[in-house]
């Protein structure tokens, strides 16, 4: 997959925690994205990063923020998941901004 | 397994045969576009991909063609066999808009041996 990996793969919280999900790239590219995939929708892009501290809003942001402080890492924070924030949840990189994506094997988020 | 397939348009094809998988655009200005395939459990991955300044790209056993004057996409994978059972998704990017991906809704391929 690219040198991505997503930790964890698989979470159950409780309605109300905070929730933070960790994507780490050994691929040293520059953009980072963190999309959503739920049945119906395909996936949506919630955040994504152009580089250290460089982060911007996707199509569904709310309810989510993210951080970059070093190039091999991107978190995604839900500050008080909620049930419509199950969901599988993909993190990418690509090198340049118009070229293709890879992606990593996905977060399962079960919030009950 | 993921149920990415709920709901999703679904092509079924014989082992051997060629199998299209069509997709419409919404964006004029996408300047790039992608197709996908994600076996259940698993990331998308990355099959093949074509720039507006093409009409078609071919790789191993697939090709990818592009209209961009009715903004319609299409994979074309020759002699399907079983293990190309999957969702497939296109995606477009628009220069400019640091790689963001709009995905299509996916299309479930099973192929009968």
């Known amino acids: 997959d690219a040198g991505i990996t997503q930790s964890p793969r698989h979470k159950v919280t409780e309605t109300g925690t905070p929730v933070t999900l960790r994507c780490h790239q050994t691929e040293n590219h520059r953009y980072m994205y963190w999309y959503r995939q739920d049945p119906g929708h395909g996936l949506r892009l919630i955040h994504y990063?152009?580089?250290?501290?460089?982060?911007d809003k996707g199509e569904v942001s709310d309810g989510y923020s993210v951080s970059r402080s070093k190039t091999e890492d991107f978190l995604l924070t839900l500050e008080s998941a909620t049930s419509s924030q199950t969901s599988v949840y993909f993190c990418?990189?690509?090198?340049?901004?118009?070229?293709?994506?890879?992606f990593g094997q996905g977060t399962r988020l079960t919030v009950v | 397994g993921e149920s990415v397939g709920l709901h999703l348009p679904t092509l079924s094809v014989q082992e051997g045969d060629n199998s299209i998988i069509n997709c419409a655009y919404s964006?004029?200005?996408?300047?790039?576009f992608i197709w996908y395939k994600q076996e259940s459990g698993k990331g998308p991955q990355f099959i093949i991909d074509?720039?507006?300044?093409?009409d078609k790209r071919q790789g191993q056993r697939v090709t990818v063609l592009l209209n961009k004057t009715v903004k319609h996409l299409s994979l074309q994978i020759a002699a399907t066999q079983p293990g190309d059972s999957a969702v497939y998704f296109c995606a477009e990017n628009r220069w400019g808009s640091q790689g963001n991906l709009i995905f299509g809704k996916g299309t479930k391929l099973s192929v009968k041996p």
């Open positions: 964006n004029s200005a996408s300047d790039y």
């Open positions: 990418a990189i690509s090198s340049k901004s118009n070229t293709e994506a890879f």
């Open positions: 074509i720039r507006s300044n093409m």
């Open positions: 990063s152009y580089g250290v501290k460089d982060t």
